[in-house]
């Protein structure tokens, strides 16, 4: 059976599905396939939209065929396709004893006479195209199950409109799966020879493969926006909590210094000397907690936009160690250091400034998270052409989940036992930007309740 032939030649008990660009050559189709069956005596069914019974009944008077007679004698009925599908469906689905009941009552009736009988409906494809594609592939098996107790040769057909997105892609293959025979539209089923049908067949078969190219092209793409949106979904959030943290961070200190000097106003002339002394301390010790809160904003604002810069030479890391563990030491109190360092070490290739500020917050974060009495040891040994510098404590450690994020930008933990830890959450983001900026690699190794150790690396001049 032939593509452009199949319908005129459909037999009994073939069930057609023709697929359609327009109107007109649907009823030039349909036309051949009643007047095939007319014209032999075989009595037909119509169950269609007003609109296509009425150009097919004018169709068939054009081909000789008198519609009223074929009518008066039983041997032609014509069915609106919603009025019919509504007397079987049932919650949205047609349902099997009454389409057998309905639909069957009307192939008896024209039986009777012992005519073979040909069948057009389209109420599939109102199904269709109202988006009920589990009903439409039902109502056409149940058809073929009619067949078996039936004996007729049906036509269905669809638009080609109606399979236009790629979601249709399944369900047309499973309308084409429940017919004896598919017939294109009109668009193949015009070419005149076989050797212009496989040129056709060919072109379609290279328009699909590059089409699935291209489909996989754009899946990937939007997986690769979906994941870029993703991310600066995150970034958005987390820069809309940093700058709550931000303002948060300056407000309080800044609030403190306004207080401590209005104290100081207002009551100078009662205070003693020990008292102006301490509260100029702790205004001095909060304006040093916006100043390092503004560098860290600043030092992360050049990192990211690549202004950042290293002033790289040969260093005695021993001297810078030494001198930041004094630093640290003199605004600390209840911690203890320990300097474990190699004699001979060999000179590093690093930013002295940079290597300090490294060391002070490893020390700072070392000192915040541990108990008073507790030691921090700083260790340096030299290993395969660098230095390995090490920052331990004695504190509570640091969970599985914390480790993960806790180079990240703005992460801030909340470690349990430890209360009144103050932190923009960029100290440990920074650290790592600059031991990397020098060439060096930073880890940490923790077991909660038992302190955190940090390990760094710096370039040696070797």
């Not at 599905?17 to 109107?23: A, I, K, L, R, T």
């Not at 800044?254 to 009662?270: H, P």
């Not at 604002?301 to 810069?309: A, S």
């Not at 430890?418 to 077991?447: F, M, N």
Request: one cysteine or more; charged letters at 25%; a negative charge.
């Amino acid at each position: 059976m032939n593509p452009a032939g199949g319908v005129q030649q459909c037999a009994e008990h073939d069930h057609v599905v023709q697929f359609y660009d327009s109107d007109e050559f649907l009823v030039a189709s349909v036309r051949e396939f009643l007047v095939r069956g007319l014209s032999a005596g075989e009595a037909a069914v119509l169950i269609a939209t007003k609109a296509h019974r009425d150009s097919l009944a004018a169709a068939l008077t054009t081909s000789g065929i008198d519609v009223g007679a074929m009518e008066a004698d039983g041997a032609y009925v014509a069915l609106d396709a919603a009025e019919t599908l509504s007397k079987f469906m049932v919650d949205g689905s047609p349902d099997p004893h009454r389409f057998t009941d309905v639909i069957g009552r009307v192939l008896d009736g024209l039986t009777a006479e012992g005519r073979s009988i040909r069948a057009f409906g389209e109420m599939v494809a109102l199904l269709w195209a109202d988006g009920n594609v589990a009903a439409a592939i039902r109502l056409e098996e149940l058809w073929n199950e009619l067949a078996e107790t039936h004996s007729f040769a049906l036509f269905c057909a669809y638009p080609m409109e109606g399979f236009g997105d790629d979601a249709s892609d399944q369900g047309f293959r499973d309308i084409c799966d429940r017919h004896s025979h598919v017939v294109p539209a009109e668009t193949y089923s015009h070419l005149g020879t076989d050797g212009d049908r496989l040129r056709s067949v060919a072109w379609l078969q290279q328009r699909a493969t590059a089409t699935a190219a291209e489909a996989e092209t754009l899946k990937a793409r939007q997986l690769e926006l979906e994941e870029t949106l993703r991310r600066l979904e995150e970034q958005d959030r987390l820069r809309t909590q940093f700058v709550a943290m931000v303002v948060h961070d300056l407000r309080t200190p800044t609030a403190v210094v306004s207080g401590f000097l209005q104290l100081l106003q207002e009551n100078w002339s009662s205070l003693d000397d020990e008292q102006i002394a301490a509260l100029l301390e702790k205004a001095q010790s909060n304006t040093s907690n916006i100043v390092k809160l503004i560098d860290d904003i600043l030092t992360v604002t050049k990192l990211e936009t690549g202004e950042f810069t290293f002033d790289t030479q040969q260093v005695d890391l021993a001297e810078i160690v030494y001198r930041a563990v004094g630093d640290i030491r003199h605004v600390t109190k209840g911690a203890t250091f320990a300097v474990r360092l190699q004699d001979g070490l060999p000179a590093a290739i690093a930013d002295d400034r940079r290597q300090s500020q490294i060391l002070n917050n490893l020390l700072s974060n070392a000192v915040k998270f541990s108990p008073s009495g507790t030691t921090v040891a700083v260790t340096v040994r030299p290993r395969d052409g660098e230095l390995l510098v090490s920052v331990r404590d004695e504190g509570v450690g640091i969970s599985a989940p914390d480790l993960e994020k806790l180079f990240k930008r703005f992460s801030r933990l909340r470690q349990e036992g430890v209360r009144d830890v103050k932190g923009s959450g960029l100290g440990l983001y920074i650290t790592k930007a600059l031991v990397e900026g020098q060439g060096g690699r930073i880890w940490v190794e923790s077991t909660p309740g038992r302190g955190s150790t940090f390990f760094y690396t710096v370039p040696t001049a070797a």
